[in-house]
């Protein structure tokens, strides 16, 4: 596995800050799902987190239950108007 350049590293991270706790797992779990074998302690790293934290965002992407995504417009709708 070949790690991430710094820079893309810094963007990482800030965009990790960003975002709320749920959404910091489950973007942090599709950075880590992409490397493969070694990815969740690598990203665990690269964004400071804990690695359990990166296994139960993975366990929610790879269940069969609806994401909270915390929406306040239905599914669907359109903005242009």
Do not use: W
Not at 5 to 13: D, I, L, N
């Amino acid at each position: 596995m070949e790690a991430y350049a710094p820079t893309v590293q810094r963007m990482m991270k800030r965009l990790f800050g960003s975002l709320k706790e749920n959404d910091r797992r489950r973007y942090a779990a599709i950075e880590a799902a992409k490397l493969g074998h070694g990815g969740v302690e690598y990203i665990a790293g690269v964004l400071e987190c804990d690695p359990k934290t990166i296994r139960l965002g993975l366990g929610e992407l790879e269940g069969e239950d609806d994401l909270d995504t915390g929406r306040t417009r239905k599914k669907g709708a359109a903005g242009n108007g």
